[in-house]
Protein backbone atom coordinates (compact mmCIF):
# COMPACT_ATOMS: atom_id res chain seq x y z
CA UNK A 1 0.00 0.00 0.00
CA UNK A 2 1.31 3.53 -0.93
CA UNK A 3 1.64 6.45 1.42
CA UNK A 4 -0.79 8.27 -0.82
CA UNK A 5 -3.80 5.68 -0.16
CA UNK A 6 -3.22 5.57 4.10
CA UNK A 7 -5.30 7.70 6.03
CA UNK A 8 -3.04 6.61 8.77
CA UNK A 9 -0.80 4.37 10.42
CA UNK A 10 -2.90 1.41 10.90
CA UNK A 11 -6.19 2.21 8.31
CA UNK A 12 -6.52 2.98 4.96
CA UNK A 13 -9.57 2.91 2.73
CA UNK A 14 -9.09 1.89 -0.85
CA UNK A 15 -11.41 1.74 -3.84
CA UNK A 16 -14.19 1.71 -1.26
CA UNK A 17 -12.69 -0.71 1.01
CA UNK A 18 -11.03 -0.71 4.56
CA UNK A 19 -8.50 -2.36 5.53
CA UNK A 20 -6.81 -2.93 8.65
CA UNK A 21 -3.66 -3.01 9.96
CA UNK A 22 -3.03 -5.97 11.98
CA UNK A 23 -0.42 -6.38 14.74
CA UNK A 24 1.87 -8.11 12.52
CA UNK A 25 2.15 -5.70 9.75
CA UNK A 26 -0.82 -7.26 7.69
CA UNK A 27 -3.25 -5.15 6.43
CA UNK A 28 -7.01 -7.30 6.85
CA UNK A 29 -9.86 -6.12 5.06
CA UNK A 30 -13.03 -7.78 5.81
CA UNK A 31 -15.07 -7.72 2.26
CA UNK A 32 -11.77 -9.81 1.01
CA UNK A 33 -11.01 -12.06 4.10
CA UNK A 34 -12.66 -15.08 1.96
CA UNK A 35 -12.36 -14.22 -1.69
CA UNK A 36 -8.47 -13.44 -1.10
CA UNK A 37 -6.26 -16.89 -1.81
CA UNK A 38 -3.43 -15.64 0.57
CA UNK A 39 -2.84 -18.41 2.97
CA UNK A 40 -1.69 -15.88 5.65
CA UNK A 41 -4.94 -14.11 5.56
CA UNK A 42 -7.15 -17.25 5.85
CA UNK A 43 -5.30 -18.06 8.99
CA UNK A 44 -5.90 -15.27 10.96
CA UNK A 45 -7.11 -15.69 14.66
CA UNK A 46 -10.55 -15.11 15.46
CA UNK A 47 -8.98 -13.27 19.00
CA UNK A 48 -7.06 -11.09 16.73
CA UNK A 49 -9.93 -10.19 14.58
CA UNK A 50 -11.69 -9.65 17.59
CA UNK A 51 -9.34 -7.06 19.02
CA UNK A 52 -9.08 -5.35 15.95
CA UNK A 53 -13.07 -4.51 15.06
CA UNK A 54 -13.52 -3.66 18.34
CA UNK A 55 -10.74 -1.42 18.61
CA UNK A 56 -11.45 0.27 15.09
CA UNK A 57 -15.33 -0.33 14.73
CA UNK A 58 -16.63 3.31 16.08
CA UNK A 59 -13.99 4.72 14.40
CA UNK A 60 -14.89 3.85 10.92
CA UNK A 61 -18.71 3.16 11.55
CA UNK A 62 -20.21 5.61 14.09
CA UNK A 63 -23.36 5.79 15.49
CA UNK A 64 -24.91 8.83 15.08
CA UNK A 65 -28.66 9.59 15.34
CA UNK A 66 -28.49 12.57 12.53
CA UNK A 67 -27.43 11.44 8.94
CA UNK A 68 -28.86 11.15 5.59
CA UNK A 69 -29.19 8.17 3.72
CA UNK A 70 -28.92 8.67 -0.51
CA UNK A 71 -29.33 6.67 -3.34
CA UNK A 72 -28.44 7.67 -7.26
CA UNK A 73 -30.42 5.19 -10.11
CA UNK A 74 -28.41 5.87 -13.37
CA UNK A 75 -29.19 6.77 -17.34
CA UNK A 76 -25.81 5.45 -18.83
CA UNK A 77 -22.75 3.44 -18.17
CA UNK A 78 -20.97 6.57 -17.55
CA UNK A 79 -23.13 7.37 -14.32
CA UNK A 80 -25.50 10.28 -15.39
CA UNK A 81 -28.08 10.42 -12.56
CA UNK A 82 -31.48 9.85 -13.72
CA UNK A 83 -32.97 9.29 -9.99
CA UNK A 84 -31.92 10.37 -6.79
CA UNK A 85 -33.55 9.27 -3.32
CA UNK A 86 -32.90 11.27 -0.08
CA UNK A 87 -34.02 9.79 3.52
CA UNK A 88 -33.63 12.32 6.22
CA UNK A 89 -33.32 11.36 9.82
CA UNK A 90 -32.94 13.78 12.20
CA UNK A 91 -32.36 12.10 16.13
CA UNK A 92 -33.09 9.17 15.37
CA UNK A 93 -36.54 9.91 13.33
CA UNK A 94 -37.04 10.13 9.54
CA UNK A 95 -38.28 13.33 9.12
CA UNK A 96 -37.79 13.61 5.08
CA UNK A 97 -38.22 11.73 2.32
CA UNK A 98 -37.20 13.19 -1.50
CA UNK A 99 -37.57 11.54 -4.77
CA UNK A 100 -36.35 13.50 -7.65
CA UNK A 101 -35.61 12.61 -11.60
CA UNK A 102 -32.92 14.02 -13.19
CA UNK A 103 -32.64 14.36 -16.73
CA UNK A 104 -29.21 13.39 -18.09
CA UNK A 105 -27.44 15.33 -20.63
CA UNK A 106 -29.04 14.74 -24.06
CA UNK A 107 -31.56 13.12 -21.98
CA UNK A 108 -29.74 9.78 -23.06
CA UNK A 109 -30.00 6.36 -21.93
CA UNK A 110 -28.52 3.04 -22.06
CA UNK A 111 -30.68 -0.45 -22.82
CA UNK A 112 -28.84 -2.04 -19.83
CA UNK A 113 -29.11 0.57 -17.39
CA UNK A 114 -33.24 0.90 -18.21
CA UNK A 115 -33.68 -2.85 -17.94
CA UNK A 116 -32.45 -2.37 -14.42
CA UNK A 117 -34.62 0.30 -12.54
CA UNK A 118 -37.20 0.60 -15.71
CA UNK A 119 -36.43 4.70 -16.24
CA UNK A 120 -36.87 5.88 -19.48
CA UNK A 121 -35.91 9.34 -21.34
CA UNK A 122 -39.94 9.57 -21.44
CA UNK A 123 -40.15 10.01 -17.52
CA UNK A 124 -36.82 12.69 -17.75
CA UNK A 125 -38.09 14.65 -20.65
CA UNK A 126 -39.21 17.78 -18.42
CA UNK A 127 -37.14 17.36 -15.51
CA UNK A 128 -34.27 19.23 -14.15
CA UNK A 129 -31.09 18.70 -15.25
CA UNK A 130 -28.61 17.67 -12.41
CA UNK A 131 -26.78 21.16 -11.98
CA UNK A 132 -30.22 22.71 -11.71
CA UNK A 133 -31.41 20.57 -9.42
CA UNK A 134 -28.46 20.66 -7.39
CA UNK A 135 -29.05 23.91 -5.36
CA UNK A 136 -32.02 22.33 -4.03
CA UNK A 137 -30.22 18.21 -2.89
CA UNK A 138 -26.72 20.07 -1.89
CA UNK A 139 -28.06 20.56 1.83
CA UNK A 140 -28.52 16.96 2.22
CA UNK A 141 -24.64 16.32 1.20
CA UNK A 142 -22.83 19.20 3.24
CA UNK A 143 -21.59 18.87 6.60
CA UNK A 144 -23.99 15.89 7.53
CA UNK A 145 -23.50 12.33 7.83
CA UNK A 146 -24.47 10.87 4.68
CA UNK A 147 -25.09 7.05 4.22
CA UNK A 148 -24.98 4.87 1.14
CA UNK A 149 -25.36 1.37 0.67
CA UNK A 150 -22.47 0.21 -1.33
CA UNK A 151 -21.05 3.94 -1.23
CA UNK A 152 -18.44 3.41 -3.77
CA UNK A 153 -20.67 3.87 -6.12
CA UNK A 154 -22.61 6.68 -5.34
CA UNK A 155 -20.02 8.88 -4.38
CA UNK A 156 -18.29 8.23 -7.18
CA UNK A 157 -22.00 8.75 -9.25
CA UNK A 158 -22.11 12.25 -7.52
CA UNK A 159 -18.74 13.52 -7.96
CA UNK A 160 -18.61 12.55 -11.83
CA UNK A 161 -21.91 14.39 -11.86
CA UNK A 162 -20.47 17.62 -9.84
CA UNK A 163 -17.55 17.13 -12.26
CA UNK A 164 -19.38 16.99 -15.97
CA UNK A 165 -21.03 20.20 -15.14
CA UNK A 166 -18.43 22.15 -13.44
CA UNK A 167 -19.74 22.12 -10.10
CA UNK A 168 -16.96 23.00 -7.01
CA UNK A 169 -18.24 21.86 -3.83
CA UNK A 170 -15.28 21.07 -1.59
CA UNK A 171 -17.84 20.76 1.39
CA UNK A 172 -19.25 17.48 0.63
CA UNK A 173 -19.02 15.05 3.45
CA UNK A 174 -17.69 11.51 2.96
CA UNK A 175 -20.00 8.79 2.46
CA UNK A 176 -20.27 5.98 5.28
CA UNK A 177 -20.91 2.22 3.10
CA UNK A 178 -23.88 0.18 4.89
CA UNK A 179 -22.66 -2.68 2.77
CA UNK A 180 -18.99 -2.73 4.12
CA UNK A 181 -20.59 -1.88 7.68
CA UNK A 182 -22.36 -5.17 7.46
CA UNK A 183 -19.62 -7.06 5.84
CA UNK A 184 -17.59 -5.68 8.83
CA UNK A 185 -20.04 -6.82 11.30
CA UNK A 186 -20.73 -10.07 9.93
CA UNK A 187 -16.60 -11.01 9.51
CA UNK A 188 -16.23 -10.01 13.44
CA UNK A 189 -18.75 -12.63 14.29
CA UNK A 190 -16.72 -15.16 11.56
CA UNK A 191 -19.72 -15.15 9.26
CA UNK A 192 -18.67 -14.51 5.20
CA UNK A 193 -21.81 -12.79 2.93
CA UNK A 194 -22.08 -10.26 0.47
CA UNK A 195 -24.45 -7.83 2.09
CA UNK A 196 -26.22 -6.63 -1.02
CA UNK A 197 -29.38 -4.25 -0.59
CA UNK A 198 -31.53 -7.61 -0.80
CA UNK A 199 -29.60 -9.50 1.46
CA UNK A 200 -29.95 -7.21 4.40
CA UNK A 201 -33.78 -7.11 3.49
CA UNK A 202 -33.76 -10.77 3.83
CA UNK A 203 -31.88 -10.83 6.71
CA UNK A 204 -33.94 -7.95 8.12
CA UNK A 205 -37.14 -9.64 6.86
CA UNK A 206 -37.55 -6.75 4.91
CA UNK A 207 -39.26 -6.18 1.60
CA UNK A 208 -36.59 -5.58 -1.71
CA UNK A 209 -39.84 -5.47 -4.11
CA UNK A 210 -38.85 -2.31 -5.43
CA UNK A 211 -35.28 -2.69 -5.16
CA UNK A 212 -33.69 0.02 -7.61
CA UNK A 213 -36.12 3.03 -6.90
CA UNK A 214 -34.04 5.30 -5.32
CA UNK A 215 -36.31 6.06 -2.93
CA UNK A 216 -36.89 2.45 -2.09
CA UNK A 217 -33.52 1.97 -2.00
CA UNK A 218 -31.99 4.87 0.67
CA UNK A 219 -35.18 4.16 2.73
CA UNK A 220 -33.45 0.83 3.16
CA UNK A 221 -29.93 1.89 4.12
CA UNK A 222 -31.53 4.50 6.57
CA UNK A 223 -32.89 1.56 8.21
CA UNK A 224 -30.07 -0.49 7.85
CA UNK A 225 -27.83 2.14 9.76
CA UNK A 226 -30.74 3.06 12.29
CA UNK A 227 -30.62 -0.44 13.45
CA UNK A 228 -27.02 -0.41 13.61
CA UNK A 229 -27.28 2.58 15.93
CA UNK A 230 -29.94 0.90 17.20
CA UNK A 231 -28.26 -2.41 18.01
CA UNK A 232 -30.99 -4.40 15.98
CA UNK A 233 -28.66 -7.21 14.62
CA UNK A 234 -29.73 -8.78 11.31
CA UNK A 235 -30.60 -12.73 11.04
CA UNK A 236 -27.61 -13.98 8.71
CA UNK A 237 -29.68 -17.34 8.48
CA UNK A 238 -32.23 -15.63 6.61
CA UNK A 239 -29.78 -15.04 3.70
CA UNK A 240 -28.71 -18.35 3.62
CA UNK A 241 -32.26 -19.99 3.36
CA UNK A 242 -33.24 -18.17 0.39
CA UNK A 243 -32.40 -19.58 -3.40
CA UNK A 244 -33.73 -16.63 -5.31
CA UNK A 245 -30.80 -13.86 -4.93
CA UNK A 246 -29.11 -13.53 -8.30
CA UNK A 247 -25.24 -11.95 -7.37
CA UNK A 248 -24.86 -10.47 -10.71
CA UNK A 249 -27.88 -8.06 -10.00
CA UNK A 250 -26.46 -7.41 -6.85
CA UNK A 251 -24.83 -4.19 -7.51
CA UNK A 252 -25.78 -2.13 -4.98
Given at each position: MSNSEQNNDSVIQKNGRIYMKLSDGR?????????????????????????????????????QLTFNAVDFETATTDRFICQVGIVSVKDGVIVEKVSML????????????IMVHHITPKDTENSMTFKEAWCDLKKYFQNTLVVAHN???????????LKYYGILDSEISPFLCT???????????????????????????????NHHDALFDSDCCANFYLNYVNGIEPDYSLIEKNETIHPQQEER
Open positions: YWCPSRQFRDGSPTRRTLKNTEINSQTSSRQSNFFPKIQPPGNRYDTNTSAFDEDVLRKNCQLYKHLAYSKGIDIKAGLKDLCLAFNLSYD
